[in-house]
């Protein structure tokens, strides 16, 4: 079975959507969120289109201010949602965009993973962000399939983590701009 994850129906705004939003949780996880609110996501607009443009976005200006938009909901979403300020919030020994490097299966991987910590009952999360959004009812379903999308990701990460850490692990997908959310143990 192929387990390789199908990035076709990700339009390329999507894809620069994704990564702006990434490095931002990442900065607004490494603040834990202090300063942080909808009135500061807001007045980041002008930042937003900067960093799409810089990234290689090429849109006219109806599709580059969907695209900030995307970013504003998503950002202020995660702030907003109680699970959000749960995962970018302070965190035991919590790492963001961590890179992991070894061989699996006599193979190299080379992961990053979005976010990871320990929480108060000591075990470990690996924490996946995802930007994908849906359209219309059935959000639930939505949320189930991309689970079992991304499940296999998540399981290799926390094979891998397991090389280097005894806890439990938890794993987790959380959707920005849904303010969804899927959790399983390996």
Known sequence: MNHEIEFSWASEVAKHVGSIVHRWLQLIAEDKLKGWDA???????????????????????????????RIVIALTNSLSDRRGRWILGEQYEAQNELRLTGVIDGNVVDYVIDRTFCDATNIRWIIDYKTSSHEGSGVESFLDREQERYRHQLNNYANFFRKIDTRAIRLGLFFPMLKGWRTWSD
């Open 39 to 69: 009135e500061r996501v807001q007045s980041m607009r002008k930042k937003f289109a900067y960093g799409l443009l810089k990234n290689g976005l090429s849109a006219d200006d109806k599709t580059l201010e969907q695209a900030v938009e």
